[in-house]
């Protein structure tokens, strides 16, 4: 599985990269997903999502993950890969001071919650929606049970 991360220069000292290409490696094992996956996890701030929420989403506010999937939403993996051998899943860009704020809202560490929004953003990419109660709900389930895993590999 190839992870591209990509931190913001400002955030570099505040997380460690093996750390983020581990928890969305274990999120697509645990998903089953093709070794030959690929995605892109970016780190960055207020403005910089902002940004992105505006121009892509057309909401004007800070979130704290947006998910860019190449794949359309709903469809399972192609059986047969493109050329490179690669399945492109798409990009998860997660808010740091986004997650530093719902941590502290929530009582826990920000490196918690920069997981469970990688965990999050990550399933967006696999088709998971939230736009629903009944499928929140399903995502909320699936997340808590990647989260429990690797948390319990972490103690």
Same mark, same amino acid.
């Given at each position: 599985? /190839?992870?591209?991360?990509?931190?913001?220069? %400002?955030? =570099?000292?505040?997380? %460690? *990269?093996?750390?983020?290409?581990?928890? $969305?490696?274990?999120?697509? *094992?645990?998903?089953?997903?093709?070794?030959?996956?690929?995605?892109?996890?970016?780190?960055?701030?207020? &403005?910089?999502?902002? =940004?992105?929420?505006?121009?892509?989403?057309?909401?004007?506010?800070?979130?704290?993950?947006? $998910?860019?999937?190449?794949?359309?939403?709903?469809?399972? &993996?192609?059986?047969?890969?493109?050329?490179?051998?690669?399945?492109?899943?798409?990009?998860?860009?997660?808010?740091?001071?986004? !997650? !530093?704020? %719902?941590? $502290?809202?929530?009582?826990?560490?920000?490196?918690? /919650?920069?997981?469970?929004?990688?965990?999050? +953003?990550?399933?967006?990419?696999?088709?998971? +929606?939230?736009?629903?109660?009944?499928?929140? %709900?399903?995502?909320?389930?699936?997340?808590?049970?990647?989260?429990? +895993?690797?948390?319990?590999?972490? =103690?």
């Amino acid at each position: 599985m /190839e992870i591209d991360i990509s931190i913001d220069d %400002q955030f =570099k000292t505040c997380l %460690q *990269v093996n750390r983020l290409r581990d928890i $969305a490696q274990r999120v697509l *094992v645990a998903q089953h997903i093709s070794p030959e996956a690929e995605l892109s996890l970016v780190i960055t701030d207020q &403005p910089g999502i902002q =940004k992105l929420n505006r121009n892509y989403l057309g909401r004007d506010r800070p979130t704290d993950v947006i $998910a860019f999937a190449m794949l359309p939403a709903g469809e399972d &993996p192609p059986f047969v890969l493109p050329p490179d051998g690669a399945l492109h899943l798409g990009e998860v860009i997660v808010s740091y001071p986004q !997650a !530093a704020i %719902q941590a $502290a809202e929530r009582g826990h560490s920000i490196e918690r /919650e920069v997981t469970i929004l990688i965990i999050h +953003g990550v399933l967006h990419l696999l088709g998971y +929606g939230d736009e629903t109660p009944e499928l929140k %709900q399903h995502m909320a389930a699936r997340e808590a049970a990647i989260l429990n +895993g690797i948390e319990g590999r972490q =103690k």
